[in-house]
């Protein structure tokens, strides 16, 4: 199979198009999408598809996101576009006691087989409503899958399986990570949900992320490396199902956990990684279990507030090797 | 006015309202007893409505309701066992005894659900005409809410979207004149919904909803025009909700002289006055009448008799990937 490289707003551009071109039943609609998106990740549907199936909408999330379940309770696969993760909250109804519920509380009569495409994280000084990482809040909601890719790759085979998943899918686009490239097949499979991928092997520690941060971590483990420290580098990929498995086997290994989020720290995903691992390997097996994430303020504008805010490499390493003792 | 109502398509409409009368009513003395859990919102006094409008549908066409929707998914054709199981809980109701009285459902006869939430199924409603549309069916959809919803935003985005993208949904604004427990024109600006509706692009009429030929005559043009591709439509019907808001209000708020008038201007009862007036015998419509309540009271006593359901069907239908399975321990 032939791989070529693309930046990751291309691949999920092609993800989308294979899969459009593929199933007449699946269509996209949000703000802008028929101009291309926000991001161009859906550059030149419309002369493709036409405007039945590329439809820009009016900026309506309530009901961008509740028609989205309607189409898809006549038997159509929308994929509901919500240009920026925070805009969601305009639609909250609709996602939570509609979307989430609706198969459970018909028992069974009901699927909502959407996709909701929610760019997330800190993202060109976008400030306090622009830039949020709450992707945990949905982790707690029983009736959704939570996708949290960070590759060109990932991304791409993971929406080709969300969008032909019964079940809804709630992708978290990582925004910042939409320039950086990498290679994707030139036809795209699905990935499973629930399979993390080990983006480096180590024997000393193991460090387990998603989504936007990856990139530092990746660098971190670089640099740790380089200070004789092994790193396993797990990239969760789905937040639910996640690969409970993959860490705890890898913390079975290495003893040590540290768990780096973009978001804020407090009750965020990193705490149930912690638990969990706790709870299924008991705490004499874990040497070290820590948290990395954002303080628990609001993502400020200004370039330096922002900068303070973001967890860095230097700041995965100095947590790392706290963790190492 | 054509002549459209036969004998046989006014008998229709007086079954109708009687079984949901019947149903209503059978349910409300089961959960006086207790044997029916949770709150009951009930459309004593409103049948006119759901039985006007339902009876200009097919199968195909699909409904979505609020938390009022007894009426609306027994007009459509659903299941009365599978309704009142639900009611009660047990095993063999439409959602598996995990949605009761506010999310009764019945996806085989069309019936997308009823609601929990104050304009809820706007937006779904709206979405399920632009998914028809899209596959190219003549079925349409329409869009059963309340009052007290046109002060919801869903009610301004979706009745823009169903005009923006001239989809196939008639909205149904069945106006009991109460939202919850309080009068709506206390908290409504503005001249009301046909204005609001018309001002969104989306044309409507008002009938007296207590008059269920008027409805039916009304519901029956405006279908024509949205499975013609004319775009949606609203019918604004005016009625009386005769009782609480929910079973457990007594609704000793009301002005018992309102409360009066509504009885006196009963749906049922007045079509059963024509019915008399063009030649039914008064024992006909007893005998219907005692028909439906039988048919009602043999629903109850199914399913107080009806197991409840396995503990294993918690963890059931709610998502493929990533279920939790049942530990086979209760918690």
Request: charged share 20%; proline share 5%; aromatic share 6%.
């Amino acid at each position: 199979m032939s791989m070529h490289q693309v930046t990751l707003v291309e691949a999920v551009r092609l993800a989308a198009l294979q899969e459009m071109r593929r199933d007449p039943t699946v269509w996209v609609m949000g703000e802008d999408v028929a101009r291309g998106g926000l991001y161009g990740q859906y550059r030149d549907f419309l002369p493709e598809f036409g405007a039945e199936r590329v439809v820009s909408t009016p900026i309506s999330e309530s009901t961008i996101m509740g028609a989205g379940l309607g189409a898809a309770l006549v038997g159509t696969r929308p994929i509901i576009e919500m240009r920026i993760f925070d805009f969601v909250m305009c639609a909250m109804d609709e996602l939570v006691n509609q979307i989430a519920k609706i198969r459970y509380m018909f028992g069974g009569q009901a699927r909502p087989s959407v996709v909701v495409r929610m760019p997330h994280g800190i993202w060109r000084n976008s400030a306090a409503q622009h830039s949020q990482m709450l992707e945990s809040w949905f982790v707690h909601l029983p009736g959704v899958i939570v996708v949290t890719p960070s590759t060109p790759a990932d991304a791409a085979g993971l929406l080709v399986n969300a969008i032909r998943s019964d079940d809804p899918v709630l992708f978290f686009d990582p925004k910042n990570l939409f320039p950086a490239t990498g290679d994707v097949a030139s036809v795209i499979e699905p990935i499973p949900f629930g399979k993390a991928r080990l983006a480096r092997e180590g024997r000393d520690l193991t460090i387990v992320s998603w989504s936007a941060i990856m990139p530092a971590v990746e660098q971190a483990a670089a640099t740790l490396a380089a200070d004789g420290i092994a790193a396993d580098v797990i990239d969760l990929r789905t937040l639910w199902p996640w690969d409970q498995e993959a860490v705890c086997a890898s913390v079975a290994r290495t003893g040590r956990l540290l768990v780096v989020q973009e978001a804020v720290s407090v009750a965020g995903f990193g705490a149930e990684v912690v638990a969990t691992v706790l709870e299924t390997l008991g705490p004499a097996r874990v040497k070290a279990a820590r948290r990395l994430g954002a303080p628990r303020i609001p993502i400020p504008f200004s370039p330096p507030l922002e900068d303070a805010v973001k967890v860095t490499p230097a700041k995965i390493v100095a947590a790392a090797k706290a963790a190492m003792g | 006015m054509e002549p459209t109502h036969n004998i046989r398509r006014l008998m229709d409409l007086y079954r109708t309202m009687s079984r949901i009368r019947a149903f209503e009513t059978a349910a409300l003395n089961a959960h006086k007893e207790g044997v029916v859990p949770g709150p009951l919102h009930v459309s004593i006094g409103q049948e006119g409505v759901a039985a006007g409008v339902c009876l200009n549908l097919t199968t195909e066409d699909r409904i979505t309701s609020n938390h009022r929707g007894h009426g609306h998914a027994l007009a459509k054709g659903a299941g009365v066992q599978g309704m009142m199981r639900e009611l009660f809980g047990r095993e063999g109701g439409h959602c598996r005894g995990k949605g009761g009285s506010m999310h009764i459902a019945d996806f085989s006869v069309g019936m997308l659900g009823a609601n929990g939430v104050v304009s809820g199924g706007i937006p779904i409603a709206v979405g399920a005409a632009q998914g028809l549309k899209m596959l190219r069916s003549s079925a349409i959809a329409v869009c059963f809410f309340g009052d007290g919803a046109i002060n919801r935003g869903p009610f301004l985005e979706g009745l823009n979207w169903a005009a923006l993208y001239n989809l196939p949904v008639l909205f149904i604004c069945e106006d009991n004149g109460v939202s919850a427990f309080t009068a709506t024109d206390t908290v409504t600006a503005g001249p009301g919904v046909i204005a609001r509706a018309a001002s969104l692009g989306v044309p409507g009429v008002t009938v007296d909803g207590n008059d269920a030929l008027a409805v039916d005559e009304a519901a029956g043009r405006l279908v024509a025009e949205v499975r013609g591709g004319k775009g949606p439509r609203l019918l604004h019907a005016k009625t009386f909700r005769i009782t609480g808001h929910t079973s457990t209000d007594a609704a000793a708020w009301r002005d018992p002289a309102d409360v009066a008038a509504a009885k006196a201007r009963d749906p049922i009862d007045r079509l059963g006055l024509l019915l008399a007036d063009r030649g039914v015998a008064t024992a006909d419509l007893d005998a219907l009448r005692l028909a439906v309540f039988e048919e009602m009271e043999a629903a109850v006593n199914d399913a107080k008799a009806a197991p409840w359901p396995d503990e294993a069907i918690a963890y059931e239908d709610v998502q493929d990937v990533g279920a939790v399975r049942f530990s086979g321990v209760s918690a």
